[in-house]
């Protein structure tokens, strides 16, 4: 988290997935999601404003908005902004988390961090965090977003078909992935207020 | 720390800020009196710079640079095209500047910044007229196919002194591109080999192994401010909101003048002024380079 300029950030990589998330607010909540020319393999004509962008930016602003407690803060506008770098993969999911945390270091008030993760099944096998090789093998790709303190899903997206009791083993380990995820969050939070405790020379 | 002493640091603190946001240039001005700035620099030195290359790993050649809070994230993705007839023994470079809602609270989806096609075209005029690159290296087959070189720089953070940061992360990506191999397929049309293919090649390669562009000489800049007969060198975004007359001075590694840019501004700008200008980037040029050559053989160690 850099502590420059007067709004917060926080940039998230999950392997070779890098994204860059910054908070201005508070406002009511808006979201958008960009992705830089350069962030996948063949270079993008058209980093926002195509259907995917839209489309990610209202799954991120709707999970956002069910932890931040508005009620708080009525007629205040947030505005979170997510720009893409380097994209292997689990774009989504590294944008809520490195939304979550770039929240916590605004201090906005929020229920629960909220963090997410994807899955996959191929070759019979159920597999955590798929990167865009694993990804483009066409096997299903389940994407859940939970509040890690209650257990209770916020996100759930998934592509192609799968039986159900597969579903529900994919779905298991997707969350478990987001537990550990919340687990790493809350270890950098703690970190970084420590740090932000010492410079205040309590 | 008695309670007493901690409140009456806090309302002390906070009477300093008010003043610094309700009266900024006087605040800024009491402090060039004693030749020193808010930040605790001197007028000539700027900010702590560093440089890291090969930033994204899905690009050809990338860097990111900081100078103070300002970042910037450059990115070379090169394609293969055919040449036009007038050249058809050179690539090109297309140079784009991005400055992203993420880099300051004044950019806004529906509200572009001012800054962004400015800074792109001066970056864009300045590195293509240096002749840091020979466009005939960029090239390929004779009239058939040439690279081209598409920089993308995204601003992170913007704290002033724009221009400088992305020419310094322009600069640092082209040294560590790498020019992927290639090969003609089939059809006669040139392809990228990728990493696995290369050692099983049916084909000849066109160009045998990945290589390095030949920078032939590299531009560095410093931005510095003029107000009254004070020179700032390396400005945040606050000083340069307030005392709006900014001068860009680019030189190349032998010193030698590439570009000078001072677009109006209330301060008019005497022949000795400029000169200080020239002094104070030749001191930063040097600086540069330094951090640029530890930034290239930090990645070759790796």
């Known amino acids: 988290m850099y502590p420059c300029f007067n709004f917060s950030s926080a940039v998230f990589e999950m392997g070779n997935t890098k994204v860059i998330a910054a908070v201005y607010g508070p406002r009511e909540v808006r979201c958008e999601y960009?992705?830089?020319?350069?962030?996948?393999?063949?270079?993008?004509?058209?980093?926002?404003?195509?259907?995917?962008?839209?489309?990610?930016?209202?799954?991120?602003?709707?999970?956002?908005?069910?932890?931040?407690?508005?009620?708080?803060?009525?007629?205040?506008?947030?505005?979170?902004?997510?720009?893409?770098?380097?994209?292997?993969?689990?774009?989504?999911?590294?944008?809520?988390?490195?939304?979550?945390?770039?929240?916590?270091?605004?201090?906005?008030?929020?229920?629960?961090?909220?963090?997410?993760?994807?899955?996959?099944?191929?070759?019979?096998?159920?597999?955590?965090?798929?990167?865009?090789?694993?990804?483009?093998?066409?096997?299903?790709?389940?994407?859940?977003?939970?509040?890690?303190?209650?257990?209770?899903?916020?996100?759930?997206?998934?592509?192609?078909?799968?039986?159900?009791?597969?579903?529900?083993?994919?779905?298991?380990?997707?969350?478990?992935?987001?537990?550990?995820?919340?687990?790493?969050?809350?270890?950098?939070?703690?970190?970084?207020t420590k740090q932000l405790e010492y410079r205040r020379g309590v | 720390m008695s309670s007493t002493n901690t409140s009456s640091d806090l309302s002390s603190e906070m009477e300093v800020d008010a003043f610094r946001r309700l009266f900024p240039l006087r605040f800024h001005e009491r402090h060039l009196l004693e030749s020193i700035r808010p930040d605790a620099r001197p007028l000539g030195k700027a900010r702590d710079t560093s440089l890291a290359l090969g930033a994204v790993a899905s690009a050809h050649g990338s860097a990111l640079a900081k100078i103070g809070c300002t970042t910037m994230l450059a990115a070379i993705k090169m394609e293969v095209m055919t040449p036009t007839t007038e050249s058809p023994d050179e690539g090109c470079i297309v140079i784009d500047f991005h400055m992203p809602p993420i880099c300051s609270p004044i950019v806004r989806p529906g509200r572009p910044a001012e800054a962004a096609p400015v800074v792109s075209k001066q970056l864009s005029d300045t590195i293509l007229s240096s002749g840091m690159i020979d466009l005939k290296e960029l090239s390929l087959v004779s009239g058939k196919a040439a690279w081209m070189a598409y920089l993308d720089i995204y601003c992170l953070d913007a704290d002033g002194a724009l221009f400088d940061a992305a020419l310094l992360s322009a600069v640092a990506a082209f040294s560590h591109l790498e020019i992927p191999v290639v090969s003609l397929n089939d059809d006669g049309r040139v392809v990228v080999v990728s990493e696995e293919d290369a050692g099983k090649l049916e084909k000849e390669a066109v160009n045998k192994e990945k290589r390095k562009l030949k920078l032939s000489t590299i531009s560095f800049s410093l931005t510095c401010i003029l107000h009254k007969n004070y020179i700032l060198a390396d400005p945040t975004a606050e000083e340069e909101s307030i005392m709006e007359t900014l001068m860009t001075v680019v030189l190349d590694s032998s010193f030698q003048l590439v570009s000078l840019y001072k677009p109006g501004g209330p301060v008019l700008a005497c022949t000795s002024a400029i000169q200080d200008c020239v002094a104070l980037t030749r001191q930063r040029v040097k600086e540069l380079q330094k951090i640029l050559n530890e930034a290239i053989s930090d990645m070759e160690v790796d």
């Open chain 1, 34 to 192: 960009s992705m830089a020319n350069f962030s996948t393999g063949d270079r993008m004509r058209k980093p926002k404003g195509d259907r995917r962008s839209t489309e990610i930016s209202l799954v991120i602003r709707q999970t956002m908005e069910a932890c931040i407690l508005t009620h708080l803060m009525p007629r205040s506008q947030i505005d979170i902004f997510v720009q893409v770098l380097q994209a292997d993969g689990g774009t989504r999911s590294a944008c809520i988390n490195a939304a979550t945390l770039a929240l916590a270091d605004a201090g906005i008030p929020m229920r629960d961090l909220v963090t997410s993760c994807s899955a996959g099944y191929l070759n019979s096998t159920a597999l955590l965090d798929l990167n865009y090789v694993e990804d483009s093998a066409g096997g299903p790709d389940v994407t859940v977003g939970i509040l890690p303190k209650s257990d209770k899903v916020t996100l759930l997206q998934m592509d192609a078909k799968l039986p159900m009791d597969t579903f529900e083993n994919v779905m298991q380990l997707a969350i478990e992935g987001c537990k550990a995820v919340a687990t790493y969050i809350r270890e950098v939070l703690l970190e970084n």
